[in-house]
């Protein structure tokens, strides 16, 4: 610790001589090591000395506590009391009442003198009070007093949050940023600080008396304040010397107190204080006070514990403090950090507690007080006197309750008990966080509480908009006990019970509800049909809440309500919740009821109609029981049934079509506002009229390659779009509710009528009596569209007709095979097809439309083939055929697909594309022509359903792993393509460059050194062969995969493909560079082909090639090694003389057996010797590379 100690009077009375304890921080007053007459003399002031006045400000206690001139362990003192400030400190004592509070002090000091004690009076002789140095009580004595005038104004508000404390800082600023010093004290805005004055408690600490009430007084005050301070002589500040200075025997052993341990006592307190206020913030949440005590009591009950925590934690600090800094002591630091370590844990707990209340406050506060009691009126039972109140009551109350001792109200919380603990928690190493503790669980998060709490509240609130003609009381109470239905003996309840007080008893009824009954048993009468049902309860629970009637309700599934209004007199009245539905009541549980019997009661034939019922009770509607349906009969009555019974029966129920073609009449000139993929439009063609129906886009895949993000991959369309909205469509990835029906096919071979056709039918169309229904192609040419990226488009059909049997059609097109599309755009059709399988989760059909005189062309093969090679062999089962243009008998096309190993056997339907004009009327026999064509249209139509509604869903999870694989061979062939083209050029440019070498072996060394040197450079570029090697070995393995997981795959289905597009183009006289990029593609595609089917011997051969590489490199390497007439040159010579040989031993001896090029005897007798046989050798090398890439099918 310093020697000298330089510290803030704090208000109190210092003087010279006095004696101090460093380790207590106490000043004695009652001793004195010399007498007051020696050391306090009268002292002259010269009062033209006298410093300006100046304020000074500070926006926090810590801030005002540093610029008074404490440290953090002189405010650590403070804090705990060691200390206490006095006077014009005394502001500095305070702590603060909320957890948000704006803070500002204006200080203003003025110094008038420093008296100190003369250094002739330090000398030991001239002390009189000796025996005070020998005390161990004291370390220090006061030397020099500072003394002055100063006073502190503090303007104090509690807020509600950090920007609340803010704002008020901001208007204090604005306030009282510049006070007046002997100016006038007239305030601007008078009625602003009025304002800012009735929230504020502003307070003065100074030598003199004042009382404060407003801005306006603290104006007057500051206006003043340097007059009187002139006149003070209080002590602002003291030094102190050690007692050593006076004797050398005096000496005390202080230890400084480490910086990290004060900082950790200061940050725990503050932190500690932090807590206890927002706790004491929670007791007043209205939601504690007024609704929830029992909550309230547990939040005391917690405060109270952590209260006594903290005091406890406060006095060990005084405590162990004054002994850590004697050095004689032996208490150690470890004693106040273990006292740190608790505290800590304790305040972490009630963080805890308080973050966990606020949770709850606000649930309690959206769901019970906002909701139940304010929007839907509920009655507030929580008090007792509330309770009371219901003896006597007649009228039933339903009440929820948020009662149970061990979950909402209990008083006491187990981090009660936890901050209580004096054992200090120790965490895992490997946590990383000591707030990894989840704590006790609360209602509000224990799943099944909350579920039952959710569910309850659901049933009551619906109970509470019936409006019964009984009157029911629903309310919200908190009780902890009650009877269930004939017990005779209360139990506990449980957070989240419904109970129920009638006849003076309160019973848990919250499983005796009713709840939804049973499906109505339906039985057809002609056309009407009765509904009976199946009621029973335990008789406890029916004495309790006896049932009171029952209400059934029912619909025709397959139109609006405008035209069930249409036939007139519908039997039962329109219920309010929804208009399409009809109902009646019936007081009897027992009797069942007849709907469409009567005069009145005219019901629509051949219609499915939904039935539903609940029950009426005393307190209220059980939930509708789930639905049933059942078709009504169409009655054709005889003349004598209309004799015996004049009534007419119902009419049927129009067709989908004819709906439609009405609701497009009456709204088109708000369809055609409408922003939608395609409006509504009415044409007139050859065949009739058309009404291309509206589509909507639902959803658009973008492509998710790269290459193809700015492409839609697929696009989901709504059919009919604004027709009969109360018409909801299933999830197109639900396996039950959802057909998915994809068509495929040939360009010209009638996809798309097929299409139209089969959607029409969907749609009940009558073309004698509606128009045709367009949903592709518009009324434009469908080969206006584009062709080069086109989508998958799926056209949702909803359930709007009793054919569908509630079910949701997806029709998926893939775009037409046979345009002469380029590889990008059969690439993209494969991502498109893997998009839509990422789309749906199932398929139930895959349908070719294929014309019914097809041939094996190229263009139906390469359909066929595409389609096999896409879909697993899982979705063989799904495979269909449909002929169009089919005149009766055995279609051609059958031979054709069979050739095409097309599973026609699966299943196939013969149908044809001409239809008869809407209400034809030619000549009698084109008449009768366009009819049979009519009707065996319909009836082909009518077999496609049969057979895909017939048809399981299939999952597609096999087939996008295929399509992966697909994807994955498509861009490996495209990058090996690339390299095997170059192949050969690269080759002859090695070969041509080995024999330029032979040749200059013979002449001049340094043209055989340049030409080697270019060699050498040219034999990099057959390392491509190895990238060839690696490639061809992963696309025999994606090949192979492909063949086992395919229904069939074709390797060169693609070739003949280009063959034929080549043919097309020539056709068409497409342009030359066109027609050569065809076919190079197509040579390199055959190619690449053949080293993938005999990939073995391919790849012997490459190997082959990269050993002679690698050898011939070795050897010209050495070129620049030595000079060109040295003898180490020679002897290079004489060892590529034999290359050759060296290179044979390295072949594989399979390469050696079909290899003509056999190693020679050389004669080393003759003259020269030498420059024969290196021409030679480089020439046998030159003609072995040829061998092996015509042998390895890298030249043609």
């Keep these: 610790m310093s020697d000298t100690l330089i510290l803030p009077a704090l208000g109190q009375d210092i003087q010279l001589g006095m004696l101090y304890d460093a380790r207590t921080a106490r000043l004695h007053a009652g001793f004195s090591l010399w007498d007051n007459a020696v050391v306090n003399k009268e002292q002259d002031i010269d009062d033209s000395k006298i410093q300006d006045a100046a304020f ?156 404060v009430t407003s801005i306006d007084d603290a104006r007057r005050i500051a206006h003043e304040m340097p007059i009187h301070l002139r006149k003070q002589f209080n002590a602002l500040s003291y030094t102190l010397y050690p007692l050593e200075d006076l004797d050398n025997t005096a000496s005390r052993a202080i230890r400084k107190l480490d910086d990290n341990l004060v900082q950790k006592t200061v940050a725990g307190l503050n932190a500690g204080e932090e807590v206890g206020l927002q706790m004491k913030d929670l007791l007043k949440e209205d939601v504690f006070r007024k609704f929830f005590p029992k909550i309230k009591r547990q939040i005391e009950n917690v405060l109270d514990v952590f209260s006594a925590a903290k005091l406890e934690f406060e006095k060990t600090v005084r405590i162990i403090l004054p002994q850590l800094r004697d050095g004689t002591s032996t208490v150690k630091q470890e004693t106040l950090e273990a006292a740190i370590a608790l505290f800590q844990q304790r305040t972490r707990f009630a963080k805890q507690f308080h973050q966990l209340k606020i949770e709850e406050a ?139 007080y009638s006849k003076g008893e309160m019973h848990i009824v919250t499983n005796a509800l009713p709840g939804a009954p049973d499906a109505p048993i339906l039985t057809a009468r002609d056309q009407g049909f009765g509904v009976a049902w199946a009621y029973q309860r ?54 069942g009821l007849v709907i469409g019997e009567g005069a009145d009661a005219r019901l629509f034939g051949d219609c499915e109609y939904e039935v539903s019922f609940r029950i009426k009770t005393m307190v209220g509607y059980s939930p509708w029981s789930p639905s049933a349906v059942i078709r009504t009969i169409h009655v054709n009555p005889t003349p004598d049934d209309m004799q015996e019974d004049p009534v007419v029966p119902g009419p049927k129920l129009p067709p989908v079509a004819t709906r439609i073609n009405s609701f497009y009449f009456e709204n088109r000139a708000d369809l055609f506002l409408e922003a ?52 909801h469509a299933a999830s197109i990835q639900d396996f039950e509710k959802t057909v998915v029906v994809v068509f495929a096919g040939p360009s010209g071979h009638g996809k798309y009528s097929q299409i139209n056709e089969f959607v029409g039918h969907l749609l009940e169309v009558d073309l004698q009596k509606a128009a045709h229904l367009i949903v592709v192609g518009g009324h434009e040419t469908v080969q206006g569209q584009d062709s080069e990226m086109q989508p998958i488009t799926c056209y949702r059909v909803r359930p709007h007709s009793s054919r569908l049997n509630g079910k949701t059609v997806l029709v998926a097109d893939i775009p037409s095979f046979g345009d002469s599309i380029g590889l990008r755009q059969r690439l993209f059709r494969i991502h498109a097809v893997y998009m839509f399988f990422q789309t749906v989760t199932h398929v139930n059909a895959i349908i070719l439309t294929c014309r019914a005189t097809a041939t094996t062309d190229l263009s139906l093969s390469h359909t066929t083939t595409f389609m096999l090679s896409i879909l697993a062999k899982s979705l063989h089962k799904c495979l269909r055929t449909i002929y169009t243009f089919s005149d009766g008998g055995i279609p051609d096309a059958q031979k054709a697909l069979q050739d095409l190993r097309w599973p026609v056997a699966n299943g196939e339907v013969a149908l044809s594309n001409v239809v008869s004009k809407p209400g034809g009327k030619a000549d009698g026999q084109a008449c009768d022509k366009g009819g049979k064509r009519q009707h065996y249209s319909v009836q082909s139509q009518e077999a496609v359903l049969s057979m895909v509604m017939g048809m399981a869903a299939a999952s597609i999870s096999h087939s996008i792993d295929l399509l992966k694989t697909l994807g994955l061979l498509e861009c490996q062939r495209d990058c090996t393509e690339g390299r095997v083209a170059s192949t050969p050029i690269n080759v002859q440019s090695v070969m041509a460059d080995i024999k330029k070498v032979a040749v200059a072996g013979g002449r001049q060394r340094e043209l055989l050194h340049s030409q080697e040197k270019k060699l050498l450079n040219k034999l990099v570029e057959f390392e491509s062969l190895r990238k060839i090697c690696g490639d061809i070995e992963r696309m025999v393995d994606l090949t192979t995969l492909l063949r086992d997981s395919a229904i069939q795959y074709d390797l060169f289905a693609l ?11 020539n056709q068409d006289t497409s342009p030359a560079e066109q027609l050569s990029q065809l076919s190079k593609k197509r040579k390199v595609r055959v190619m690449l082909n053949g080293l993938m089917q005999d990939h073995a011997k391919t790849l012997q051969c490459c190997q082959a090639l990269l050993t002679i590489s690698s050898i011939l490199s070795t050897e010209l390497k050495k070129a620049g090694q030595f000079p060109t007439d040295s003898l180490e040159e020679d002897e290079r010579r004489v060892e590529i003389c034999t290359l050759f040989d060296n290179i044979w031993d390295h072949l594989p001896a399979e390469v050696q057996l079909r290899t003509p090029v056999k190693p020679s005897e050389v004669d080393t007798s003759m003259l020269f010797w030498w420059r024969t046989s290196y021409k030679e050798s480089l020439e046998a090398i030159v003609r072995l590379i040829e061998f092996l890439v015509v042998d390895g099918g890298l030249f043609e």
């Design 56 to 211: 000074s400000y500070s926006y926090s206690l810590q801030e005002a506590r540093s610029k008074a001139g404490l440290d953090i362990e002189g405010s650590l003192n403070l804090d705990f009391g060691l200390v206490k400030a006095t006077g014009s400190a005394r502001y500095l004592n305070d702590q603060r009442s909320a957890a948000f509070e704006a803070r500002m002090d204006v200080s203003c000091t003025i110094v008038r003198r420093t008296r100190r004690i003369p250094q002739e009076l330090l000398a030991t002789d001239a002390l009189q009070h000796t025996g005070h140095l020998n005390n161990p009580r004291f370390t220090h004595f006061v030397a020099e007093v500072t003394e002055g005038g100063a006073a502190t104004l503090s303007f104090v508000q509690s807020c509600d949050s950090s920007e609340h404390v803010k704002t008020v800082l901001g208007n204090l600023k604005g306030e009282l940023a510049k006070l007046p010093v002997g100016g006038s004290t007239k305030a601007e805005n008078s009625e602003q600080s009025s304002a800012l004055s009735s929230r504020l408690n502003i307070t003065y600490n100074g030598a003199i008396a004042e009382s």
């Design 362 to 500: 606000g649930i309690l506060q959206n769901t019970i007080v906002d909701e139940l009691l304010g929007t839907y009126g509920f009655k507030n039972c929580f008090s007792e006197r509330h309770i009371g109140s219901l003896l006597g009551e007649e009228t039933p109350h339903l009440l929820l309750s948020l009662g149970g001792k061990d979950t909402i109200n209990r008083t006491r919380h187990p981090l009660g008990d936890k901050i209580k603990s004096a054992e200090v928690i120790t965490y895992d190493s490997d946590s990383t966080d000591e707030g990894d503790d989840p704590g006790p669980e609360e209602w509000f998060n224990n799943w099944e509480q909350k579920s039952r709490l959710r569910t309850s509240c659901s049933y009551l609130k619906d109970l509470k908009a019936q409006q019964l003609v009984r009157e029911v009381v629903c309310g919200v109470a908190s009780i902890d006990s009650a009877y269930l239905p004939g017990a005779k003996k209360r139990r506990k309840t449980a957070l989240g019970d419904i109970l129920l």
């Design 538 to 591: 335990p008789e406890a629970e029916e004495a309790l809440i006896p049932a009171t009637g029952i209400t059934v309700k029912y619909r025709p599934l397959s139109g609006s309500w405008r035209h069930y209004e249409t036939i007139g007199g519908s039997q039962g009245e329109a219920l309010e919740e929804n208009e399409m539905w009809r109902g009646f009541e019936s007081q009897d549980m027992h009797l």
């Design 676 to 727: 939608r993929q395609r409006p509504w439009e009415m044409h007139k063609s050859e065949t009739g009229h058309q009404l291309h129906l509206g589509l909507k886009t639902l959803e658009e895949r973008i492509g998710a390659r790269a290459c193809f993000m700015d492409n839609v991959a697929v696009r989901v369309l709504d059919v009919a779009a604004g027709f009969e909205p109360e018409c």
């Design 1055 to 1065: 070739d003949r493909y280009l063959d034929w597009q080549v043919i097309q183009d």
